[in-house]
């Protein structure tokens, strides 16, 4: 397991700087303290950082339903912003409803106060290790 939390080895996670609180039974906390970088023109947080960040909470969220896959697919994901994002964040996905080879989640975005800044929707493929033939 890295620093960041993840078992997973994901560069671009760990080079915004999130973290992985939480991630059991079809659900993940992620959290990111956002550096200068991650900033807007308007001094919030991009919001490019914050769909990763919950994409990366959702995924994580599929991920925990199934300790043997290696990874998730982004199928697709739909994110609503609700208010500007400044501060720690937190992320939570919830994987709510499983297919055969699909899986979907949802979650929200949060400040520390508990604030809503964002939810988000997402389906996912799981991915495994390929066999040796």
Same mark, same amino acid.
Request: charged content about 25%.
């Given at each position: 397991?890295?620093?960041?939390?993840?078992?997973?080895?994901?560069?671009?996670?760990?080079?915004?700087?999130?973290? +992985? &609180?939480?991630? /059991?039974?079809?659900? %993940?906390?992620?959290? #990111? $303290? @956002?550096?200068?970088?991650?900033?807007?023109?308007?001094?919030?947080?991009?919001?490019?950082?914050?769909?990763? +960040? &919950?994409?990366? /909470?959702?995924?994580? %969220?599929?991920?925990? #339903? $199934? @300790?043997?896959?290696?990874?998730?697919?982004?199928?697709?994901?739909?994110?609503?912003?609700?208010?500007?994002?400044?501060?720690?964040?937190?992320?939570?996905?919830?994987?709510?409803?499983?297919?055969?080879?699909?899986?979907?989640?949802?979650?929200?975005?949060?400040?520390?106060?508990?604030?809503?800044?964002?939810?988000?929707?997402?389906?996912?493929?799981?991915?495994?290790?390929?066999?040796?033939?």
């Amino acid at each position: 397991m890295s620093e960041t939390g993840f078992d997973i080895n994901m560069p671009f996670v760990e080079h915004l700087g999130m973290r +992985l &609180l939480e991630k /059991a039974s079809g659900r %993940a906390r992620v959290r #990111l $303290d @956002p550096r200068p970088e991650h900033l807007n023109s308007w001094k919030g947080v991009h919001g490019g950082v914050l769909l990763s +960040l &919950l994409d990366v /909470a959702l995924s994580s %969220a599929a991920r925990a #339903l $199934d @300790p043997a896959c290696t990874g998730a697919a982004t199928v697709e994901i739909k994110v609503n912003f609700l208010a500007a994002a400044r501060g720690p964040l937190l992320a939570e996905g919830r994987a709510t409803r499983t297919g055969r080879t699909l899986i979907f989640s949802e979650g929200e975005l949060r400040d520390l106060e508990g604030g809503v800044l964002a939810k988000a929707n997402g389906t996912f493929k799981l991915v495994y290790p390929r066999s040796e033939e």
